[in-house]
């Protein structure tokens, strides 16, 4: 009955009659695939030395065809030398009786007779019952084996032994791998930097690296190498540093179509040159600005306004504001003892729109600088004295600029003594806004370089009794 299930057209299967298995390739055509999509040239021998296996790898380096290659008999009289074949021959068959894989270098012969050197892996090819039943052999060029050799040492050496830092990117702009030079340098271990984000590790600069890694991608390496200036966080604080950049492009070699991988950072440290470089250009510019300025004072004939003129120069690149203050009585000699010191405004930069030093004269009255200021510290002192409000929010750091007769804008101080004749003459004051950073001991040897040019002058007005 089961029989009869079938009629007319129809083809229907009846319960007695199972549905056929599907059917995928067979192990002769999975191992003809697995061959040909080796990146390696493959061949096999029988036990006998006769070729039964040869791959396309093997046809593109050799130029004899698959066809042409099994049933022959060993290398000999095609793929090698007649004088070579021997010798060949019983290297290759050795390892049917060795341990492991055996190493080996062969020159073979080319279809239009030309010599390629190879080299050579071969194993034994074991049968069932566990004995030796023939050989395969891989090979591959000397000069492509030994390229991939120098990738791999070369690879191994950058994240092993460079003295610079090596980081690569991932697509993500994260480290996946790093050296242990880069891990100094970050102030971190290497196994912990990886797959954070680099806003993590450094405090400034995250940015700008992120957008150079970013333009590596879609764009490719930069022509040049590029220094960033970073601060890296460390336990013992914020360090500022400049690296220099070299940025590559790493594409998979495995696809048809280059696929980004991420990005090759190389990197060194050269703060130290660059902050000795910034160091010794401003020194010059400094220089610079000293002798003009000295050249400018020579043409007035007015002494009070040689000295403004050392002023605005010194303005330059070194602070917003400056004021000079005198000593009321005119002067004060060393050890002289007395009631408090009053200060009197010789001149000033003008504390809005920029502008010419205003003299104020030299009978105004005294400026009501409290007790602790910095001007009358300085000048109590006979020595430089910096101050500044730059740990403060916004609104208390202006109330401490006006309750120390400074323009609001101002966040950091510097008042260099004015001394001439072994007496002090007063204090001028140089005033930085909040977009500036605090003054340091260069910038206090420099103040104290123009104000002996102050001294000098302002003590030559007075002796010509200029009392204006």
């Known amino acids: 009955m089961s029989a009869s299930r079938r009629s007319g057209t129809t083809d229907e299967l009846g319960p007695d009659e199972p549905e056929p298995a599907r059917r995928g390739p067979d192990g002769s055509d999975l191992l003809a695939a697995l061959l040909d999509g080796m990146d390696a040239a493959l061949c096999a021998f029988d036990a006998d030395g006769t070729v039964t296996h040869w791959n396309r790898e093997a046809e593109r380096i050799l130029g004899w065809t698959a066809a042409e290659a ?33 190493v080996n270098e062969f020159a073979l012969l080319t279809k239009d007779g030309g010599r390629v050197l190879v080299r050579t892996q071969s194993a034994a090819v074991r049968g069932p019952d566990g004995k030796p039943a023939g050989v395969y052999c891989a090979f591959s060029e000397v000069h492509a084996q030994i390229d991939l050799e120098r990738s791999i040492a070369l690879s191994e050496a950058l994240l092993e032994d460079a003295s610079w830092g090596v980081v690569l990117v991932d697509a993500d702009l994260r480290p996946a791998v790093v050296n242990a030079h880069a891990a100094r340098a970050l102030g971190t271990g290497r196994a912990s930097v990886l797959g954070r984000p680099l806003g993590e590790l450094l405090a400034q600069g995250a940015e700008e690296l ?76 400094r220089a610079q600005q000293l002798h003009r300025a000295a050249r400018a004072a020579a043409e007035c004939e007015d002494p ?29 000699d060393d050890g002289q003892d007395g009631d408090r010191v009053r200060l009197v405004r010789v001149a000033a930069t003008p504390s809005g729109s920029p502008g010419p030093s205003r003299l104020a004269g030299w009978a105004g009255l005294p400026v009501r600088y409290g007790e602790g200021h910095p001007a009358v510290q300085c000048v109590e002192r006979a020595g430089t004295v910096r101050a500044g409000a ?16 400074w323009p609001q804008d101002a966040v950091h101080a510097l008042c260099a003594v004015l001394r001439s004749r072994g007496r002090t003459l007063g204090a001028v004051t140089f005033l930085r806004g909040a977009g500036r950073s605090a003054f340091e001991r260069s910038d206090a040897m420099y103040a104290e370089d123009v104000a002996i040019r102050i001294a000098t002058s302002l003590d030559l007005a007075g002796l010509l009794g200029d009392d204006r």
């Not at 010798?87 to 009786?97: K, N, P, S, Y």
């Not at 150079?212 to 200036?229: I, Q």
């Not at 998979?252 to 991988?261: A, F, G, K, N, R």
């Open 70 to 102: 099994v049933g022959r008999a060993g290398f000999a009289g095609w793929a090698v030398r007649s004088a070579d074949a021997e010798e060949v021959e019983a290297r290759l068959m050795a390892a049917m009786d060795a341990p492991g894989r055996q």
């Open 210 to 285: 992120e957008s150079a890694l970013a333009h590596v991608l879609a764009e490719g390496a930069p022509p040049a190498p590029a220094e960033l200036w970073v601060s890296v966080r460390a336990p013992e604080g914020e360090r500022r540093r400049c690296w220099r950049s070299g940025f590559v492009r790493l594409a998979s070699p495995l696809t048809e179509e280059p696929v980004p991988l991420g990005v090759g950072w190389l990197f060194q440290d050269v703060t130290e040159s660059r902050q000795g470089e910034q160091e010794a250009s401003l020194l010059r510019f």
């Open 304 to 332: 009070a306004e040689a000295a403004t003129v050392h002023l605005e120069f010194a303005l330059a690149g070194f602070a917003d504001h400056a004021l000079i203050d005198r000593v009321a009585d005119g002067g004060q």
């Open 390 to 405: 730059g740990s403060l929010g916004a609104e208390e750091a202006r109330a401490w600029a006006l309750s120390r007769q």
